[in-house]
């Protein structure tokens, strides 16, 4: 069994829907076309220097997130708890973007916008065995290099760190988690590869957004 497979009932436990079956498509596209004429730093969490947007993309991308994020009733019931709307509008895939993360780079703790967050990685560089012996495990330390990490809390209220063993098992796999979920990055140390993984946002479309000149009622308490 491989990383991928042991680790995914855990992480559907805590609200993150694990996928295997991403469309060659939506691969495709993801893979061939980066456009580094759109970059995205200014509006991301993370401590990289390559991130970069992608634009037009086909709606095959934005139906199979869809079709996946229905296929899990905890993201489905997450969503139910957004009270922001007094009418049904339709979800869309509000952004798309891809993170070339290099040695020593990482992404802080941080939530999205919108519904729906998600992660596809498209290439991991390192092994895992190699990251671990850097810091390796001992007393009451987990290795945590390279891992990507969701913070979650239990029934008790007790802050737990779910650090996802990300390896080549994971690569061309779907994560979709809800979007104010906390979650980070730790740097990879054993190679001078790119991590690279597509991130977007899943979110409602509003008919009118709020504009500095939309009107507000006043509300009586």
Same mark, same amino acid.
């Given at each position: ?8 009932p855990?992480?559907e ?13 939506v ?9 580094? $004429? ?6 991301? /969490?993370?401590h990289?220097? !390559?991130?970069?947007?992608?634009? $037009?993309w ?22 139910n708890t ?11 895939l /509000?952004?798309?973007?891809? *993170?070339?993360?290099?040695?020593h780079?990482f ?10 967050s ?5 290439q ?12 390796? !495990?001992?007393? *009451?330390r ?10 979650? $809390?239990?029934?008790l209220?007790t ?12 690569? !061309? ?5 809800? /979007? ?11 190679s ?13 479309? /509003? ?15």
């Amino acid at each position: 069994m491989n990383n991928f497979e042991r680790q995914r009932p855990e992480l559907e436990k805590w609200g993150v829907g694990c996928f295997d079956n991403v469309p060659q498509g939506v691969l495709d596209y993801l893979r061939n076309n980066i456009d580094k $004429n759109i970059p995205k730093q200014q509006n991301l /969490a993370g401590h990289l220097k !390559d991130e970069f947007g992608y634009k $037009n993309w086909p709606k095959e991308v934005e139906e199979y997130l869809m079709q996946c994020a229905g296929q899990r009733s905890f993201l489905i019931e997450y969503a139910n708890t957004i009270k922001n709307l007094d009418v049904d509008v339709p979800f869309f895939l /509000a952004d798309l973007w891809v *993170n070339l993360q290099k040695k020593h780079e990482f992404n802080p703790i941080h939530t999205h916008s919108g519904v729906w967050s998600f992660i596809i990685p498209l290439q991991i560089p390192y092994k895992l065995e190699d990251e671990d012996k850097i810091f390796p !495990d001992h007393g *009451n330390r987990k290795s945590c290099t390279s891992r990507l990490t969701f913070v979650v $809390n239990n029934n008790l209220g007790t802050i737990n760190s779910i650090e996802v063993d990300m390896d080549q098992s994971y690569v !061309d796999k779907l994560l979709i988690f809800p /979007a104010k979920l906390n979650h980070l990055v730790y740097p990879f140390f054993t190679s001078d590869g790119i991590r690279i993984t597509v991130s977007g946002n899943i979110s409602l479309r /509003a008919s009118q957004p709020i504009t500095k000149d939309s009107e507000f009622k006043q509300i009586e308490v």
